[in-house]
């Protein structure tokens, strides 16, 4: 390990500054919210005879520009691996590197949805018309967001072929959630009349009556929005939805001010930091990398009861709903899925279950797993298509 | 500045707070750098303390505002004296005073209540300011609150702009029930506070309960280690620790291998819920004790 050059420099020497300035770098490709206010202050600890030893700088940094615990636990990796040369390289780039093959991404199911229609087109029965109806669909005729061009709002996102219809649902299915969150902020500062006395208000109109207080204002607890936390399901059984649904979860996350977001197949990964990304495209691309192994068996059981151990705390509280995405295919026991399902209703003031398959015809919730979900289920309903999640949005209102 | 890290957290265990290296470094650092300190870490580790701690260690006072839902200006900084106001305005009025300076006297320092961010800015002594469980408080208010700690000022419209006369310490604590913005994460010097190792929590158990015996705290130290291992609700803190400690010691136990009874009997001093309780059960203390003692 070779010392740092501290103890001879008054300044900080041009090497050691280029040096920090790529430190700071990679701290930055590694996701690190680091400004120059922070690489100037760092030059000032540089300088400082505190640091003397590259631990003591290490814990210095290491308040200096971690802002939460996931930089915490990664910090002296990076720290070792750029300033003492060890471990592992340095920077893993979030964005711009390519998954690795074999594993499908949340990106390739979106696209693959339309691109199904050169391979599968034949054997499903396309719906007369469907296509020239969804084209027409001009502005005018559509009301504000959440309403949906006739046809296209009824189609099961399965039987959707056409690419550009596809592309439209899932516009719509985004626009949808965008307008969700409108209606219910609006309905929420409506209340204004409130069990305390506001003064400085009072106060205020009381100018106009010369001093007498005569219009009294109130104040009341302002009414806090309804937190949604959503957890989707990406297994293999759903991946006809999974396109459209994550769409919906992305205008949602895009426009609530408080949502989370979870995926799962096999594990659960928490997905709420890629899809605030507002471009859509890249959304899906960074949620692709964070949840490899999408399309592949469901485990929803123990998927909610990582979620009940080490999410719930934090994500609910008690104006939250869950909304869980899933067609209720379960390789679990399903008494894990009763339990954890038992668990997460104490905590939250609603669980939504949307089951795409509640749209077919014929399809009885009969699944071992399902069945032992619904007792703890406040609303089950269809999400087969943009008219059933636009069905949603009152009952979200009424909580 | 003379002072080293090692130091601090020397003054700081006479202070009654035991420090790991990592968290002397950035108490050393705020004063260094004048940036705010955020803690963050699981309930009952100690966060609060970090700042008592300080106030101690530096002699100053401790100004705390405890964050909840819809905490606001008015509650966090300043706020008028209303009923005094219309008393005075009513008082003056038969004596013919101009408006002018019924207004003026109405808005002037001996009507306006200090809130905890504009008192600790208008300290001789640079106070300790501990701002307490910010996640609870509203995102409007996190907004707010990183202007006054990068300025150090408030403005009041009727009186004018209050600079501070002393730039206070600003420790922020958080137990992570909502995600902070990334602004106030940047403006801040982090530390993540980890429930302390077993050799950490025994000397805390030894600077906090009097007559309790090394050996006793080492092992009680261990036992809530592995027992933070467990598939619990509620982990339990520091906090109940140092009960459970005074428990065991009033009750009379010297080693907790010989004492199986009396452990699982005032386990309800660690375990808060009825899950966790039937979880530990005696099986599961004894076999918690059998690796510990």
Not at chain 1, 206 to 234: C, F, M, N, Y
Not at chain 1, 330 to 340: F, M, R, S, V
Not at chain 2, 267 to 277: I, N, S
């Amino acid at each position: 390990m070779t010392a740092l050059p501290l103890e001879t420099h008054e300044d900080i020497g041009a090497v050691l500054r280029l040096r920090l300035a790529g430190f700071v770098r990679s701290l930055r490709d590694s996701g690190f919210k680091v400004g120059l206010a922070e690489t100037g202050d760092a030059a000032t600890l540089l300088m400082s005879p505190l640091v003397q030893r590259p631990a003591a700088l290490r814990a210095a940094f290491r308040s200096l520009f971690c802002g939460r615990l996931s930089d915490w636990q990664r910090f002296d990796d990076l720290f070792d691996a750029y300033w003492l040369g060890r471990g592992v390289k340095s920077g893993v780039k979030v964005t711009g590197t390519s998954p690795k093959k074999g594993m499908k991404t949340i990106r390739e199911l979106v696209d693959a949805q339309g691109a199904r229609q050169d391979t599968i087109a034949g054997d499903v029965d396309r719906r007369p018309g469907e296509e020239d109806e969804a084209s027409d669909d001009t502005p005018s005729r559509r009301r504000e967001g959440a309403s949906i061009a006739d046809n296209l709002g009824q189609v099961d996102f399965r039987d959707i072929q056409d690419p550009d219809a596809l592309k439209k649902a899932h516009d719509l299915a985004e626009r949808l959630a965008r307008s969700m969150r409108v209606r219910l902020t609006r309905r929420d500062r409506q209340k204004r009349k409130g069990p305390r006395l506001d003064l400085r208000r009072t106060i205020r109109h009381s100018i106009a009556h010369g001093g007498t207080p005569i219009d009294l204002v109130h104040k009341g607890p302002r009414e806090r929005q309804l937190r949604l936390v959503i957890l989707l399901d990406a297994s293999g059984s759903m991946n006809n939805y999974t396109g459209v649904f994550t769409r919906f979860v992305h205008g949602i996350l895009d426009n609530f001010r408080e949502a989370e977001a979870f995926l799962f197949h096999t594990r659960l990964v928490h997905v709420s930091s890629a899809l605030s990304e507002r471009d859509a495209g890249r959304a899906l691309d960074r949620m692709g990398l964070m949840a490899q192994g999408v399309g592949g068996g469901t485990k929803i059981g123990e998927a909610l009861s990582d979620f009940n151990r080490w999410h719930a705390a934090r994500v609910i509280h008690s104006r939250t709903c869950v909304m869980i995405l899933s067609d209720g295919y379960d390789t679990c026991a399903p008494e894990i899925l009763g339990a954890e399902m038992a668990r997460l209703r104490r905590r939250c003031r609603r669980i939504v279950w949307l089951n795409p398959m509640l749209g077919w015809d014929g399809y009885e919730p009969v699944t071992s797993g399902m069945q032992a979900a619904l007792p703890h289920v406040d609303l089950f309903a269809p999400a087969h298509n943009l008219d059933s999640l636009a069905a949603l949005e009152p009952y979200l209102a009424r909580l | 500045m003379t002072q080293t890290k090692d130091q601090i957290a020397l003054e700081l265990a006479e202070a009654g707070y035991i420090a790991d290296e990592g968290l002397a470094t950035a108490l050393l650092l705020t004063g260094m750098l004048g940036r705010p300190l955020l803690l963050e870490g699981e309930a009952g580790v100690g966060k609060t303390e970090v700042a008592k701690a300080l106030a101690r260690l530096e002699k100053t006072d401790l100004i705390r505002l405890q964050c909840y839902e819809g905490l606001d200006r008015s509650d966090a900084i300043y706020e008028w004296n209303y009923q005094r106001q219309l008393l005075a305005i009513k008082a003056r009025e038969g004596t013919g005073a101009d408006a002018n300076s019924v207004e003026e006297a109405v808005f002037s320092e001996k009507y306006l209540l200090e809130r905890p961010l504009l008192a600790s800015i208008r300290q001789v002594k640079p106070p300790v300011l501990l701002i307490d469980e910010i996640d609870r408080a509203d995102e409007e208010f996190e907004a707010f609150l990183l202007e006054i700690l990068s300025d150090y000022q408030v403005s009041i419209p009727e009186l004018g702009t209050v600079t501070a006369t002393s730039i206070p310490r600003v420790v922020l604590t958080s137990n992570g029930t909502r995600e902070l913005s990334d602004a106030l994460r940047r403006r801040c010097l982090y530390h993540y506070v980890d429930y302390p190792t077993p050799d950490r929590e025994a000397r805390i158990l030894l600077s906090r309960v009097d007559g309790l015996d090394a050996a006793l705290a080492l092992q009680i130290a261990e036992l809530m280690g592995k027992l933070r291992k467990e598939d619990l609700v509620k982990v339990p803190g520091v906090a109940e620790t140092i009960d459970w400690a005074a428990a065991l010691l009033g009750l009379g136990a010297k080693d907790l291998g010989a004492n199986r009874e009396l452990v699982f009997e005032t386990l309800a001093c660690v375990l808060k819920t009825r899950e966790d309780r039937a979880r530990v059960t005696k099986d599961v203390t004894d076999r918690l004790l059998g690796k510990v003692a």
